[in-house]
């Protein structure tokens, strides 16, 4: 009985730790200014139009509505990006406080994580926007199809975070290869082609990448409405297993952190 | 006979010199090397420490920079495991972070308060309720709705030490911290560490300011290479420790 109430109190403080730390972030990015919101906004609509240019524009690809096409995967993957790429320094930049208190420090990495999907959360409007341009409108299946996507990539990005920010005490130049390797992933996402669009020959390899099916399936529901089960499920096990990995490896480090930092 | 409320026994702790292997690029093209290296150097902090502190007792830790004192209250606080032997540690403790640690300067005192109390292990409730306290003990006033980065560093320490003094400490471990505040609010600090005496909370206070740990120690244990030269009471370990130098 006692042991209940003892789990139960921790899984409150885990609670708010998870709501003051997201409060802070917030209240931090928006302090005073606007320019935060419009700041998750501008970068991936920057990149929108260079890939236009470039590959609408010069390379004259064929896929319909194309700059719809590309802000339903690029919002999604500035989630995910921003939050592997800043992983790296969460655990470093609280140094102070993992050597002095004993908390959860995946509290710091689940937060992060989190902000960038709230971020990526108030950036919909925009995606809702441009589909009013093109004459579209958004479908009743984003009920339940957002909520189900981002359960899913918010665990891929935890998990995925928590192993880079974890490790990355160890060998302190993982921020580098870090970068490079969200960088390399987006291209071979897709995200600014389809997945038609790939040899038959190669199809197969592209679900190996764990983004994969986790894109093609935001930029199907944005754009049509559309939840491929297939897609979901693949999506789902990907989580499910990074999820898993992250924790394992975070488990066990974490109790070397005080020390290492 | 007291409850013994930390016990360490036989206790060492060794890091081994992570900086020789910084870098995943080193690391990969001196492997062998790397890992032997990891093995063999290995730098000790601590070296078979064995002590108790009962419940209530105020425990105060001396000794050189680098002797290994700020170990002993990782150890404590649970941060640190030890390399041999076994810490047992019963309550709830609450360290008093050094000075503007936990807290982020653009927000305002009041946030602040609620981050650092969730962050040393309380729930946002708890803290709520004793916010009006902590802001009256700190004296703050005024500033307390003001970003903490305009604060002055004895303000900092004023915010640091109420938030810990208000949210009913177990165990405190205060790490040479109060230097900072005035007077005045030294002064209060330490009535307030007394007065926490005699409500029977354990404290453990690392510190170079000997007219302060003779105010507030019952015992003393003085750190030396690594490992415990003596521990006693505090008037005995005070006039070896001055007669010592």
Redesign the interface.
Known sequence: MKMTKNTEKKLQHFIDLIIVFTQKDLKVRYKNSFLGYLWSIAHPLAFALVFFIAFKVVVKIQVENYTLFLISGLFPWQWFANSVNGAPMMFLNNASIIKKVNFPRNVLVFTHVLQDMIHFLLAIPVVVLFLIIYGKTPSISWCYGITILLFIQFFITYGLSLIVASTNLFFRDLERLTILFTTLLFYFTPIIYSEHMIPNHYKPLIYLNPLASLMISWRNLFMGGILNVTEICLAFIYAIIIFFLGHIVYKSLSWRFAEIL | MNRKVVIFKNVSKS?PL?HQ?????N?LFNLPRGIRSMRNTRFEALKEISFEIEKGETLGIIGRNGAGKSTIL?LI?????PTQGTVFVEGR?S?L??LG??L?P??TGR?NI??NG???????TEVLKKMDDIIAFSEIKEFIDQPVRVYSSGMLARLGFSIVANLDPEILLI?EVLAVGDIDFQKKCLDRMLEFKRKGVTMVFVSHSMPYVEKICDRIMWIDNHSIKMIGATKDIIKLYFGSK
Request: net charge negative; aromatic share 12%.
């Open positions: 890091y992570y292997m910084m870098g995943i690029k690391f990782g606080a649970g941060v640190l495991k403790v360290p972070l050094e640690a936990g982020h653009d927000l946030e609620l981050l969730v962050l040393i292990g309380f729930l946002k790490d």
